[in-house]
């Protein structure tokens, strides 16, 4: 049983989405203690079922760092507020991204040891129902040799924990294979890998064969991570808008489908970031998940739902552990 | 008419894929001048139409630049070495990228001016028949702010040449539109374009949204570059091969490919990296097309058709000319 903290305002379709897939998840999970902070009035349809904790502002998209440390009555900062006095295993937000990671990296602070936190990107890979991990993908602009070490260790208890496979294999992004390949960080990353014999990292991997199945968890600074998943993301767009309007093109086509309806479905399926609902902020001393800004019910309840199972996989208590032994 | 070289060496599939390439271009543009270097055994069906010259040796791919710089005898070294003793318009290869990209800077140095090359690479785009291009794509690892500045430059004329558009925009990959955003390199080359002043650079562009149909040239390092175009293409292969086994699924799947086969061959066809045939590294001084090394015959024979192009588009005089009035 987990006890959540949810921050109900500050995404793109509004707190209804956000109560809807409570209320949901509670149909699946009733033992779910959920505390959500938010507009109270909007709130209403939870009472019976939440704690439920007034906050009169909302936290604007474009946010900085500064201004969201004093806005102290927005449900953002009372979500994290309350987490840190203790006594629950999560929060979730789906408000400004680079607000909330810099309230939890402030108030939260990172785990011991940790230098920087890192966002968690999962991809569809070529192997049905096999996702693979990249990370950082967008939290830092830059990113040390040392920080890209910390994120291998990282990402490797992050798999363990939501995809249940026991010895995930750890890659670093490049531009090649060859050891010599690579940004000059993460030239000087595989150095440091190297140096310390993990059986688990294996090497550096093209852009090209992430999605291949070979890989777990793929390793890269945020720069690089942004470009990688937001292009990834507008080719996936692409071709999926293509292939509709295939379909879309006339009586003919509209009749093929019928024949490949249930195919496309579960492609879509697999092929849909809403499955995931989010990201952890691994790295933060606390298990706090970013969900996507545009959620609509459904992928908010899939960001509960990862949340819930980080708890349960006690990823950031792992986390800690390792780094004693670092 | 051209006045082609061609290293008929190096390629994955051999020289055959290259004479069948030239043997198709003359079918279609007779008046074309074909000097093609390599074992002369193996071009035997081209000795009455083209000029051969005899070379023995073959670069291998993972040749270094003093390596190539020794193999005097070599098919990439004698069509380089060929085509800057004057009287020829360009020159292509399938050969080794790095090794070609070596004896190019080396032997034919770069534009007076130019700092760094650069690769481009066409990508399709939401609108049919639309391509944008990407430059650096992986030609350099690390890339100055002004070398990015001067991509931008290249970039624009490359565009006008070959998809015969007077004012295309030019935008900066980045993490974000605003112009704080982007590598550190990319927010400096931000700035030097913005002082400049020129009507056609358009500020930043996530990379979610290059393919999207408003940009026409997008750049970036080529470190950046090799991972954007990488994860577009990974991400393109995994959506494309999940298509082909919803069709493949039963009989009644096969059944509705029937009704879309034609729309499924256009789309085909637009995401075929093969029908651009390869890349002018931009920036050297003269015409030199590196073909993808795995070029089949179609492939190599749309790389001879874009060198042509670039060679009527006079680009690298008008990017000599654009340099003087800097």
Redesign the interface.
């Known amino acids: 049983m987990a006890k959540l903290i949810i921050d109900a305002m500050g995404g793109d379709n509004g707190s209804r989405a956000v109560v809807e897939a409570i209320i949901s998840y509670l149909n699946k999970k009733p033992d779910t203690l959920f505390t959500v902070v938010g507009k109270k009035e909007e709130l209403e349809d939870l009472k019976d079922k939440v704690t439920i904790i007034d906050a009169r502002d909302v936290v604007p998209m474009e946010a900085g760092a500064l201004e969201v440390m004093r806005m102290k009555e927005s449900s953002m900062y009372k979500a994290i507020a309350l987490y840190k006095e203790g006594g629950y295993d999560g929060v979730a937000s789906c408000g400004s991204t680079g607000a909330f990671l810099s309230l939890a990296t402030i108030i939260l602070k990172n785990i011991p040891g940790i230098k920087r936190s890192a966002l968690v990107a999962p991809f569809?890979?070529?192997i049905k129902n096999k996702y693979v991990i990249v990370l950082d993908a967008?939290a830092s602009?830059?990113n040390s040799p040392e920080e890209m070490v910390q994120f291998a260790i990282m990402g490797r208890y992050y798999y363990q924990a939501v995809y249940d496979k026991a010895e995930p294999s750890v890659y670093l992004?490049s531009?090649g294979v060859e050891e010599h390949k690579?940004?000059?960080n993460g030239q000087q990353a595989y150095k440091l890998l190297k140096e310390k014999k993990l059986p688990w990292f294996k090497g550096n991997i093209?852009?090209?064969?992430?999605?291949?199945g070979d890989a777990d968890v793929v390793v890269t600074d945020g720069?690089?991570g942004?470009?990688?998943?937001?292009?990834?993301?507008?080719?996936?767009?692409?071709?999926?808008?293509?292939?509709k309007?295939?379909?879309k093109?006339n009586l003919?086509?509209r009749?093929?489908?019928?024949?490949?309806r249930n195919?496309?479905k579960?492609?879509a399926e697999?092929?849909d970031y809403r499955s995931t609902g989010g990201a952890l902020f691994l790295g933060i001393n606390g298990n706090v998940m970013k969900i996507h800004g545009n959620a609509d019910s459904y992928c908010f309840e899939s960001g509960i739902k990862c949340l819930d199972k980080l708890v349960q996989g006690r990823v950031t208590d792992k986390i800690k552990e390792a780094l004693k032994n670092e």
Not at 206 to 212: D, H, K, Q, T
Not at 229 to 241: D, I, P, Y
Not at 255 to 260: A, E, I, K, N, Q
Request: net charge positive; hydrophobic share 40%.
């Open positions: 569809p890979t070529k967008g602009n830059e992004l531009n690579g940004s000059p093209e852009a090209r064969y992430v999605c291949n720069y690089t942004n470009i990688f998943v937001k292009s990834s993301e507008g080719m996936a767009k692409l071709v999926g808008g293509m292939t309007s295939i379909f093109k003919f086509s009749l093929g489908y019928l024949f490949v195919g496309v579960e492609m697999m092929m």
